[in-house]
């Protein structure tokens, strides 16, 4: 045996071989930081040794805890419900929201379905007869819908709200009023005789046809009643509520229909009416005085003359008020009709939703196609039914986005060598990054994180694309691992060297996501959760259970098995290769198929003792190739393959047989190594790379300035549906919204009355607020209140001063002033509640117009039970609600006289009506208007806030780029820490920290350019842009980093590391993304295909251009050198002569060494990548 020579007896010029796994130097003051590393280091080389020793065990027990985590996506729970999707967590409209339904309950006092009628050529007039008769063959079709369900028949008598049904004490008149008592149905039909037939309820009395509002005169029926009964009370309710004849009183619009009354106005002439002139300034319901019906709720892109009458108008409106579930439950809950099906909430709610889906369905229809007029219906199970299909899961979508993956893993791994093959690979980590994200959904369900649009539309095509990048990473670097690396060590080599990276970016997207919950919007805040919550389990599955996989590979790779078709062998056989001795020389190197020739020089040394010869072979660092290195040998990689003898020509020309080899061996690092890189760090390349980006910057700025806040829900709804007919008809001639000032407690509503008027007359004052007619007075619950009380003073005062009203009796006066008398008597004090004096010293409003404090609260129990139509028309929602109380004029006893007081009032609101709102910008004004009347109304001591639609969804706009711009730097702090503490290197983080800013400010801007408008989404997907900026950053600035040489030397390294992991990452990204481009929700292909693809692109760019030649430019110097310096020989060696390869040789040998020629023959056995153990060579001399 020879022994190996000590480093002394090397020639003074030699170089020993850089191994990756060679000793190292810190450098610098750097020792402490990359000690860190290497601790951490050490830590994922024991974890992967670990891992690769207990694979199979590892791989069963990590499938099985995630399988048990997938399954928690039994209990997951989709939310549909607006109010709980999209407002602030914490804010004043979610404090208030609370505050509302604590007092009211959860649900709205109504549901709205509604029918727009448009031309069909656009601009057309519809204020004509024809089109109101079309517009009533809908509004009939669509009022006389009735479903089965439960055994039982529903029609919208029995399920619409009616709006202030009186009590009577008679019964009869009572169950006739039950039946009659109308519907609330905001139409244009109302101005006409014909809105009576969209009324069903009849009723019947001997010796007359069936009472329906088509032949119903309310005057004319009391007066043939009256002989039989008491209904004087019941004649002033209509009189105050100004019912008259109702609708018999009004035009016909088709004069010649047989059933037209004769007290239509044209009955007799038979004229058809002027519908303009009928419709202008709104309609009327069967009470004038409490049902109006304003005309911007009716009637849409009106036109009128120079003296304001209105001429014509684009769109007619039809408004029909059902009960909620909760009211219809509370109805039917006793009733015969409902007592043999175990009535529920559920099952009203049920009946609820089948009537409006049927009333859309045939009010869509209700017109023939060739009519010259569309019908658009929607109702509120309509957008529940949208955004319950825009949660729901695409099966065939999601199953063909992870085909597609599986595809391109496959094929991207795949070799023809099969020892080099890793397809297998590649689809069993798809597989598992599958499985990693059902599993991370399925602990949110768990967790109780409910599931929203965001998560089953977008979240498993983004998890997998981010997923699948660190896949690619891992399997590329375990490719690279030395070849001299001991077998049991190959996975822990691996993860010691692309852990930190993997890490790095998840924790950043985990960090990116989680500051993501910093927008205060549920289903963002929920989205976020649940994506940090899927890349941990990613990470989890990636750092534990896919390199358990690669080391069941590397299993089937070292008994040369078949990749996939693993149960078979690899038909590659073991190589023989000739040496044969040969002079040195300039001739070309002969190449066979079988063998080669080559020649090569040795230093051979004789030992004076034991005359034993020893051959050195010159270490791979010194073998040169004749083929031009673009970068020179500053690019030369000593731990490339370069004892590959084949490939070489001589000078003449002559064409090698295996060129068509290399050129199928092309891959994307000798791409970067040979065209990318040389190209891209020149210094006239370099400038316009930062031309460019520059460029960049500065139009992405400007399109900055061009993105506009809001997200209507048309862009929600896809587009070409009749439901988007619907909203973009609404948003365009109907932009009204109803909304309320509620007054909360906390105050003295009787002392306050002056307070709360002022602030009723501020909200009145804005912009938005639709005014009420100049004829009708305000509609709230206080200006009618303080109505009634001045009426029936006023009535007080007639019987006073005709004597029908004494001291003592109330008898013979009317119903208003038996009412006054014992309003006036009331004291307030419950000792003496009762004082006859005050009956004429005082008054139930004073000249002030304010209601005397000690009589506020009698009065209003008395209000509510007397007048429910001008209550129900206020609006009030009182809480506590006023005791009942029924007045009985011919009470004798004088406990009738005793009037209870209502509690001091929690909760009342005053309603009001936006108009004009169609861009956010007009909502944040309305907002704003609005919040500032209520805080100077808490100046003077009332408290209230304002409620409604555009404030739930709207105000997050308020505050939604502070919050934008907060959630983004404290990310960008965050992500610079991070980078910090696992890079070790402030310089790096900062650069790549920059690189991060700029890409957001450019996707914001690219944003702006595409239309795209703020929202809480957007915002969410801008912030998660940091992270996932990360994934192509990271990678670069750390091979940068643990490169050694000239910075242009370190950042082509770092490319040739890193292109094609990098390369694939982006490219799964986009395939995941690629299956949103398929849904049928425009908003998902804009707000999430869209703007994830231009992230996805910019991060690769800034990623391989801008990011390289930065740190070629300004990077930090490196953090480790090589303890052994090459010699200026092996760095510029002399060019070979001829094409032949050449070592580097020394000018001068010592005399021990000579040089020879040998023969020897070479066993070539499949390359030792990581699937072949490399056995020790012998010791015997050769």
């Not at 609370?98 to 379905?113: D, I, R, V, W």
């Not at 001091?904 to 704003?928: C, M, S």
């Not at 842009?1025 to 050694?1044: C, N, Y």
Request: glycine share 8%.
């Amino acid at each position: 045996m020879v022994r190996p020579l000590s480093l002394g007896e090397l020639p003074p010029s030699y170089t020993p071989p850089a191994r990756a796994s060679a000793p190292q130097i810190l450098a610098g003051s750097l020792q402490a930081p990359l000690w860190l590393r290497a601790y951490f280091q050490g830590l994922l080389f024991s974890l992967g040794c670990k891992i690769q020793r207990h694979c199979g065990k590892v791989l069963f027990l990590g499938l099985v805890a995630f399988g048990a985590l997938a399954l928690g996506l039994r209990v997951a729970i989709i939310e549909t419900d607006l109010e709980q999707l999209w407002v602030e967590v914490d804010s004043r409209v979610s404090q208030e929201l609370h505050y509302t339904k604590e007092k009211l309950g959860e649900e709205a006092a109504y549901t709205s379905q509604m029918l727009i009628q448009t031309a069909r050529r656009e601009g057309e007039n519809v204020l004509t007869s024809e089109a109101l008769s079309l517009h009533l063959q809908a509004a009939l079709a669509a009022s006389k819908v009735t479903v089965s369900l439960y055994g039982k028949s529903w029609d919208l008598n029995k399920i619409c709200y009616k709006s202030g049904v009186p009590l009577i004490e008679n019964g009869m008149i009572e169950r006739m009023i039950e039946k009659l008592f109308p519907c609330v149905i905001l139409t244009p039909l109302d101005c006409f005789w014909e809105g009576a037939k969209l009324q069903g309820g009849s009723a019947y009395l001997p010796g007359r046809p069936d009472i329906q509002w088509t032949n119903l005169d309310p005057q004319q029926l009391l007066e043939e009643l009256g002989p039989f009964a008491s209904l004087e009370g019941f004649r002033e309710l209509l009189d105050k509520a100004q019912v008259g004849q109702a609708y018999v009183g009004r035009p016909c619009l088709d004069p010649g229909d047989q059933h037209c009354p004769p007290s239509a106005p044209n009955h007799l002439s038979r004229q058809a009416p002027n519908v303009a002139r009928e419709l202008s300034g709104g309609c009327h319901g069967f009470s004038h005085k409490f049902m109006h019906w304003q005309e911007e709720l009716l009637l849409g892109g009106t036109a009128r003359d120079l003296q304001g009458q209105l001429l014509r108008a684009e769109a007619l409106q039809s408004t029909f008020l059902l009960m909620s579930p909760r009211q219809l439950y509370e109805h039917f809950r006793g009733d015969y009709q409902t007592h043999d099906i175990g009535w529920s909430e559920e099952q009203a709610g049920a009946v609820l939703q089948a009537w409006q889906r049927r009333f859309v369905q045939l009010a869509q229809e209700a017109l023939p196609a060739n009519a010259s007029q569309k019908i658009h219906a929607f109702s509120s199970t309509t957008l529940e039914d949208i955004l319950r299909q825009f949660s729901e899961v695409s099966g065939a979508r999601v199953a063909g986005g992870y085909l597609l993956m599986l595809a391109y893993a496959c094929l991207t791994l795949l070799r023809w060598d099969c020892s080099q093959s890793q397809g297998a690979v590649g689809l069993a980590g798809v597989l598992l990054v599958a499985l990693a994200v059902a599993s991370g959904l399925g602990l949110c369900a768990l967790l109780g994180i409910t599931f929203n649009a965001a998560t089953t539309q977008v979240l498993p095509f983004l998890a997998l694309g981010i997923g699948v990048d660190d896949i690619f990473l891992l399997a590329h670097a375990f490719t690279k691992v030395p070849p001299d690396t001991p077998l049991p060590e190959r996975m822990g080599e691996c993860l010691r060297r692309t852990g930190t990276s993997v890490a790095l970016t998840s924790i950043n997207n985990m960090v990116a996501f989680f500051m993501a919950v910093l927008v205060p919007i549920p289903a963002l805040r929920a989205f976020s959760l649940q994506a940090a919550i899927v890349v941990g389990c990613n990470l989890a599955a990636v750092l534990l259970l896919f390199p358990a996989i690669l080391s069941l590979d590397l299993r089937r790779r070292h008994r040369q098995r078949l990749d996939i078709l693993c149960c078979f062998s690899s038909p590659c056989s073991a190589q023989v290769i000739q040496m044969l001795p040969q002079e040195l020389g300039d001739r070309a190197v002969p190449v066979g198929t079988a063998h080669l020739t080559a020649t090569v020089q040795a230093f051979t040394h004789c030992e004076a003792s034991s005359q034993h010869v020893v051959t050195i072979l010159p270490p791979q660092a010194h073998l040169l190739s004749p083929t031009s290195d673009p970068l020179g040998s500053e690019l030369y990689s000593p731990g490339g393959s370069t004892r590959d003898l084949l490939g070489q020509e001589d000078g003449t020309g002559t064409t090698v047989a295996c060129r068509s080899l290399l050129c199928a061996h092309w891959t994307l690092a000798h791409f970067a190594r040979y065209q990318f890189a040389p190209l891209l760090l020149q210094t006239q390349a370099k400038a316009l790379v930062l031309l460019f980006f520059g460029a960049l910057l500065g139009l992405s700025l400007y399109g900055a300035t061009l993105v506009q806040d809001g997200l209507a829900l048309t862009d929600v709804v896809p587009r070409g549906t009749k439901e988007h007919a619907f909203l973009s008809a609404q948003l365009r001639y109907f932009s009204l919204y109803e909304v309320a000032l509620v007054t909360q407690g906390g105050f003295d509503y009787a002392h306050s009355q002056r307070a709360l008027f002022d602030l009723h007359q501020r909200f009145s004052s804005l912009k938005a607020v639709l005014p009420p007619p100049a004829t009708q007075a305000p509609r709230t619950w206080l200006h009618y209140y303080r109505s009634w009380l001045q009426g029936i003073q006023a009535a007080f005062d007639q019987d006073w001063a005709s004597g029908r009203i004494t001291r003592h009796s109330y008898r013979n006066g009317s119903e208003d002033g038996a009412l006054a008398y014992k309003l006036l008597i009331q004291t307030g004090n419950a000792q003496e509640p009762l004082d006859f004096n005050q009956l004429t010293t005082r008054k139930l409003v004073d000249k002030e117009g304010l209601i005397p404090p000690e009589l506020f609260y009698v009065g209003l129990t008395v209000w509510v039970s007397s007048d429910p139509l001008g209550l129900a028309a206020s609006q009030a929602n009182f809480y506590p609600p006023p005791p009942e109380w029924l007045h009985d004029k011919y009470d004798a006893t004088g406990e009738n006289l005793r009037i209870p007081a209502a509690q001091p009032l929690e909760f009342a609101q005053f309603p009001f009506l936006l108009h004009g709102l169609q861009k956010t910008a007009d909502f944040v004004e309305a907002i704003e208007g609005a919040r500032a009347a209520c805080t100077e109304a808490g100046q003077a001591g009332v408290h209230a806030y304002p409620s409604g639609s555009p404030f739930l969804f709207w105000e997050q706009y308020l505050g939604l780029r502070r919050c934008f711009l907060l959630a983004v730097c404290v990310l960008l702090v965050c992500t610079f820490l991070v980078c910090a503490v696992l890079l070790l290197s402030p310089w790096t983080a900062g650069l790549i920290v920059l690189v991060l800013s700029m890409m957001t400010v450019e996707l914001f801007g690219i944003m702006g350019f595409l239309g795209i408008k703020l929202s809480a989404i957007p915002v969410v997907i801008l912030v998660a842009s940091v992270g996932i900026g990360v994934e192509f950053t990271v990678h670069v600035a750390l091979g940068f980093l643990t490169s050694q040489g000239s910075r242009n030397l370190r950042a082509a390294r770092a490319l040739e590391q890193t292109l094609a992991p990098v390369t694939d990452g982006a490219v799964s990204t986009l395939l995941g993304l690629l299956m949103l481009a398929g849904s049928s929700f425009d908003f998902i292909i804009r707000y999430f295909f869209v703007v994830l693809t231009v992230l996805t692109l910019l991060g690769l760019l800034h990623g391989l251009l801008l990011l390289p030649v930065l740190l070629s430019i300004l990077g930090p110097p490196p953090q480790v050198v090589q303890m052994y310096k090459e010699s200026p020989q092996a760095l510029h060696p002399a060019a070979p002569q001829g094409g032949g390869l050449r070592w580097s040789m020394p000018p001068t040998l010592p005399q021990s060494f000579a040089r020879v020629t040998t023969s020897m023959t070479v066993a070539l056995h499949p390359p030792p990548l990581p699937g072949a153990y490399a056995h020790p060579a012998s010791d015997e001399p050769t």
